[in-house]
């Protein structure tokens, strides 16, 4: 774990028990597609003003997201102060066209997700597992396990949203809670309902009274067909 990692574990473990901390962090990772919270100051300083503001406001509120914010300002205000000041080499270097930091530097591997993103709400690992490899190189697949885990992703990445997928046969709410999530999605929210939709009758309604994009797949569709309509969503 990182020491920017360690910083944000303390902060959260200040106002939330250690189960409830470790789920908003992986959900925070999970939905900025990076294994760690970044040591970058840049990167950092994104991810804690955004997508883990986002997960913790969700969670406990906007006041305590605004005291974790204040705890973890003298971090990277420290990460500021570690920033080199480049040297006039490399300014010159620099005005060439040629970074020399970047020649001095051995660069750490980073992964490169796909630039599409599915949402799969479901309790089925399998079904995770299978998706993924029938969209492997096409897009990256996500588990929401929960209504507000849907809401939080859908909000960190309002420039390109990703498709939701619902497992109406194994979804990890009931009705009442796929009928909540409809005034939560953003505008141009499209979405995939896989399965028996007879328990999730009046949700359904209320998702197509609310606007949201939406193709019904049902219980007999195979794995394939269902990695092709998402081939096609976000094509």
Sequence with gaps: MSDT?????????AFAAPVVRDEMIGLALSIALVPDVPDDVEE????????LRTVVAGYLGEDVADAVAADLAPMLLLLTSQVRPATREE????????DITQVRR???????????VVLLATLNAERVRALGKGLEGVASVR????VFALAA?????????PLVVIDLDAAPFDAAGLGALAPLLPTGTRMLLWGDPKRFT???ERLRRGGIEFVSCNAGATMDDVAALCRAFVA
């Design 44 to 51: 950092c300083r994104r991810f804690i003003g955004g997508v």
């Design 202 to 204: 009046n949700a359904i």
């Design 91 to 98: 300014r010159d270097e620099r005005e060439r066209g040629e």
């Design 106 to 116: 051995t660069p750490t591997p980073q992964p490169h997700p796909a630039a599409a």
């Design 153 to 161: 992703a859908l909000d960190a990445r309002p420039h390109r949203l």
């Design 143 to 146: 588990v929401a396990e929960h």
């Design 5 to 13: 990692g360690r910083a944000v574990r303390e902060a959260l473990g």
